[in-house]
């Protein structure tokens, strides 16, 4: 994942932020472990909270269930008392204070369906390519619990949801994804993955997106690190040519969250 070259309006990446992100390794490991959520001492939660219980999957996060199931991620982990990281196990019984709302997207082992989900409108961009990719990026990040309008923003940072954009580092697609990513997030997957086909440029960069936020609970270190590779956020903080970046992934997904176009 890098910026377009120069012959695209975006400006390109340095080398020593590709060689960060090329270099980006992380280990996440699952175990199966059955526990219940404890229910003693829990914080008071508002009032417009409803219960809704959970089995904990591989590949779930705190903040994927809070995005998925309509509900705030910090009342995930103080409410189900994980650590400050959000950790969970897979087959741990968690309980997920959802906001608003009688029912909603369980998933996991509870067998739940979507009820009475709302969603806020998106916008939708006039170009009949470009509308593509945003819908194939939005309809990846919701089947992965990644946010939506966070992955719609990078991925307009990134190339403007153009999926004919290669950069100078050849980075790929709408997602700008580079070779070596693709080839980890193969990984995650479980298949093989085509960056020029968008469905599989979408789900890279939406996978990546995933597993940064794992990593961390700062939203611009986790934007930073799809730019500047996490391995180099946690070593060196975000670098000068970074924080533009953050600040205007911030800036695009609050206009998409308002519905408001983009130029």
Known sequence: MTRPGPRHPFRPRTRRAVRAAVGLVLAATATAVHAVPAHADHERLP???????YVVEPGDTASGLAVRLGAWTAEVVSHNHLDRDGTLRVGQRIEVPVVGRSGGRTGGRTGGKDRGTTRTRMWQHPDPDREKVRRVIAGAARS???DPQLALAVAWQ????????????????AMQVLPS???WMEQYAGRDLDLRRLGDNARAGVLLLDLLSRHTDRRAHKIGAYYQGLGAVREHGL???????????????RRLEAGRPLA
């Not at 009032?47 to 219980?53: G, K, M, Q």
């Not at 100078?168 to 697609?173: E, K, L, V």
């Not at 670098?239 to 997904?253: C, L, M």
């Open 47 to 53: 009032a417009d909270r409803t219960l809704v219980p």
């Open 144 to 146: 992965h619990g990644v």
């Open 158 to 173: 990134e190339s403007g949801w153009q999926m004919g954009v290669v950069s100078s580092a050849d980075a790929i697609g």
């Open 181 to 183: 990513t693709g080839r």
């Open 239 to 253: 670098y000068g040519e970074t924080k533009p970046y953050v600040r205007n992934v911030v800036a695009i997904k």
